[in-house]
C-alpha cells in the first residue's frame, strides 16, 4: 500500500526479456535503497513491483506482459516517480493507493496558471464513474485532488514542488498516464451493488489490473 506521495523520481536503466516479460534495473540513488530489502514493494509510474535485487543506488524488478499491456511509462530511458511501500506508523500525506492500475489516460491539457498548472486528463469510459469533484485519483503514481469532472475528463491542480519533484513536470498535451481512482469508490459500487443489482454490480468480474 502507498499513499501517493512520490519519494523521489528514478530513471528505467535497462530492460532485459524475461519469457514474455521484462527484469527492469530502476536507477534510485534519490530515493535511498539503504531500508529496502529483497521483497519489498515500491511503486513505479503507480505500479507497485516487487524487489528483486538492489545494489547501492539501483533496484531490479519483474514486470509481467500482463501489466505492460495495461500500463504506460515503463519504457527504457524513462524518468519514473517513486514511492515505497508504507509503514503502518507512517503519514498518509495523500490517500490509499495500492499500487495497481485501473487505466492510461490521456492528457488534454497542461496549462500554466501562473501559480500552478491545471492538468486535464481524458479517462476511459468505464473508469469515468469513479471519478468524482473533491475525490482522489492517482495520475503516474502521484495523488491528486479531483476539481472539475465533465463526462469522461477530470481536472486536477498541480502545485509548483510538485511538478518539480514528480514527472508530471514533463507532461505534454497527448501524452499517457496511468491512473489508479480511489478505492472507496470501487469498495462502494461492489457494496451497493450486492444490495441491488440495478445499481451497477460487475457480477463479480475481477479487477483486470496487474
Known amino acids: 500500500m502507498f499513499s501517493g506521495i ?18 527492469l534495473v530502476v536507477e ?15 511503486a513505479i509510474q503507480g505500479v507497485c513491483h516487487t524487489v528483486v535485487a538492489k545494489d547501492a543506488t539501483q533496484f531490479h524488478v519483474d ?5 505492460l499491456a495495461v500500463t504506460t511509462g515503463l519504457a527504457v530511458g524513462r524518468n519514473v516517480n517513486l514511492e515505497k511501500s508504507l509503514r503502518l ?6 490517500h490509499l493507493v495500492s499500487g495497481h492500475v485501473d487505466g492510461v489516460g490521456r492528457v488534454v491539457a497542461f ?25 482522489s485519483i492517482a495520475v503516474d503514481g ?12 477530470f481536472e486536477v491542480n498541480v502545485i509548483p514542488h510538485t511538478r518539480a519533484v514528480t514527472t508530471l513536470g514533463a ?9 489508479e481512482v480511489d ?12 444490495r441491488n443489482p440495478a445499481l451497477g454490480d460487475n457480477g463479480g468480474q475481477e479487477n483486470p489490473s496487474p
Open 6 to 23: 512520490v519519494a523521489a523520481m528514478g530513471r528505467i536503466a535497462s530492460g532485459e526479456k524475461r519469457g514474455d516479460g521484462l527484469r
Open 28 to 42: 534510485a540513488a534519490a530515493l535511498g535503497l539503504d531500508d529496502v530489502a529483497i521483497g519489498d514493494s515500491i
Open 63 to 67: 514486470t509481467s506482459a500482463a501489466t
Open 89 to 94: 506508523s507512517d503519514r498518509i500525506g495523500g
Open 111 to 135: 496549462d500554466d496558471l501562473g501559480a500552478s498548472w491545471r492538468l486535464e486528463v481524458a479517462v476511459p469510459l468505464e473508469l469515468s464513474r469513479y471519478v468524482a469533484r473533491k475525490g
Open 142 to 153: 502521484v495523488s491528486l485532488t479531483v476539481n472539475a469532472v465533465r463526462g469522461d475528463r
Open 171 to 179: 507532461l505534454r498535451a497527448g501524452d499517457a498516464v496511468n491512473l
Open 183 to 194: 478505492l472507496t469508490a470501487r469498495y462502494l459500487e461492489r457494496l451497493l451493488g450486492e
